[in-house]
């Protein structure tokens, strides 16, 4: 199938250019090259706008919001179909292990189903202010999108930026990550494949570099940009937007705390901690990173925790039975373990993470690391480390629980553990995060809103909110005689 050379898919075609040389594809559960994809350039990206463009100004797909449906629902079950096809070369792209790739697949084609209800159902208003002083309020497409993914979740991150934009009538450009083209063209493959969708409402472009990624952003026929990523480069891209007025939908980094309460279920805390401080191997920007724990069960929890994280199975991402896959790419296996030794020196090492064993050493492997620290200025407390790394921190009333949490520039998510009701809903109206779970971590729904407060982002996804970032108001007034 074209979609394994990762190639880019432009105007309905597959396009082979490398302008720029190949991307090689890296394994990073043992460090081999097994494929290469073509790194795109500046006029590869100007002729996917062109061509998301032409499609948007010359086809009927703004106005048919029945075909969006259609088109969502059959992308949906073609993902389904490929979807262990699709989980395993995640797997060996990016290291995520397989359970949590199939759980991402599953998740991508549920954000699809969820859309392609939600389009047929933007609705607008009417309303008289006078006698024959008729005003109607429609909701419109807002053109053309841009969606730059990361290499953490290529599939849903993909999906949950490109499923509300179709279905609001847009039409998209997608960037993968340089780490992930073969993933994002396999997901291009089953747009390709639904014969309804019209030429040039979906396509992508690879990069290694940001050649591409700034025609993305600066584009005079770009009007919306969709971006997942860190906070600087989401800083970067806003620069970009501002010269066109383009409209920014940005999900960037996080740090996110749990708090633990002294009534809290151990089991389940330890569980659920563990959990959402791992998924995606600490690759995630809802990840836990901060664990605060109330002085009445301190010793008990870091004893539970510590021996959680000891007792990880790392390995191949592939393998089943496998909890932490490895980390991304070599470098950033040797920036995670060089903050493995600050921590050390700086604060108090409970759980020291390491490069995986002689039978992984090719791998790019960093096992759990768990310190303890009381200063919250610390930039290790302070920075996304992105790793399995967490931090385990004190706090003796709610007051000072919720002043440690909300001490940080981010303000994605953050979960309570507390089996006191009262107590579950002052903590989630007094922390300053988009999203606050309780006795559970990472619950992430097609039908409920993600977003950030400060630095960790502009707008909402998922949800029907996320339609807004791709959607334009417009009045129509008219006056008839009475």
């Known amino acids: 199938m074209p979609s394994r050379e990762g190639h880019h898919y432009i105007g309905g075609s597959w396009v082979p250019d490398a302008p720029n ?58 993902l389904e179909s490929r979807a262990d096809e699709i989980a395993d070369l995640m797997a ?18 549920g954000e699809a189903r969820y859309y392609a209800g939600v389009a047929r159902n933007v609705f ?13 309020m429609t909701r419109e497409a807002s053109g053309v999108v841009s969606v730059i993914v990361p290499w953490n979740a ?27 083209p073969l993933t994002n063209a396999a997901v291009m493959a089953c747009f390709e494949s639904v014969a309804s969708l019209p030429k040039g409402v979906v396509n992508s472009v690879n990069e290694y570099g940001t050649e591409v990624g700034t ?38 980094g996080g740090k996110a705390p749990a708090l633990v309460f002294g009534d809290a279920d151990f089991d389940k805390a330890v569980t659920e901690i563990k959990r959402g401080s791992l998924a995606l191997n600490g690759q995630m920007c809802t990840c836990i990173s901060r664990v605060l724990v109330q002085d ?45 030794d600050r921590a050390a020196a700086e604060a108090s090492l409970l759980v020291r993470g390491k490069a995986g064993g002689d039978e992984l050493s090719d791998g790019f492997f960093v096992t759990p ?9 610390h930039d290790l407390v302070q920075d996304e480390l992105f790793g399995p790394i967490v931090s385990l921190e004190r706090f003796s009333d709610e007051s000072e629980a919720v002043a440690k949490a909300n001490a940080t520039r981010f303000g994605l998510a953050a979960s309570v553990y507390t089996n006191d009701l009262n ?31 400060r630095e960790s982002g502009i707008g909402r996804l998922h949800g029907v909110e996320a339609m807004n970032d791709f959607l334009e108001t417009k009045h129509i007034y008219c006056e008839v005689e009475a």
């Open 21 to 78: 040389g190949m991307i090689p594809v890296q394994n990073p559960s043992n460090g081999s090259v097994f494929a290469e994809a073509p790194n795109g350039s500046a006029a590869l990206a100007g002729q996917a706008v062109m061509a998301a463009r032409d499609a948007f100004e010359t086809t009927d797909w703004a106005s048919s919001p029945r075909l969006r449906a259609a088109v969502l629902l059959e992308f949906a079950d073609i």
């Open 92 to 109: 060996r792209e990016n290291g995520k292990v397989l359970g949590q790739a199939r759980h991402e697949i599953a998740a991508g084609y």
């Open 124 to 136: 607008g208003r009417t309303f008289e202010s006078g006698p024959g002083k008729m005003s109607l």
């Open 154 to 180: 290529p599939v849903t991150l993909l999906v949950r930026s490109v499923a509300p934009a179709l279905a609001a009538g847009c039409t998209v450009i997608t960037k993968p990550a340089s780490q992930t």
């Open 215 to 252: 025609v993305l952003s600066t584009h005079a026929e770009v009007d919306v940009i969709s971006f997942t990523g860190s906070s600087r480069t989401g800083s970067i891209i806003m620069a970009n937007a501002a010269d066109t007025i383009k409209h920014v939908s940005l999900e960037l």
């Open 296 to 340: 009445s069960i301190y010793d008990e929890m870091k004893m539970r925790l510590q021996a959680a994280y000891e007792a990880t199975r790392t390995g191949d991402a592939r393998a089943e039975g496998v909890e932490l896959g490895p980390v991304i790419d070599r470098p950033s296996q040797q920036r995670l373990l060089g903050v493995v």
């Open 369 to 377: 690391s768990m310190f303890e620290i009381d200063d919250v200025t």
């Open 423 to 453: 107590v579950s809903m002052r903590m989630a109206r007094k922390l300053r995060f988009g999203t606050v779970w309780v006795n559970s971590h990472n619950r992430l729904l097609a039908e409920v809103e993600t977003g950030g407060y």
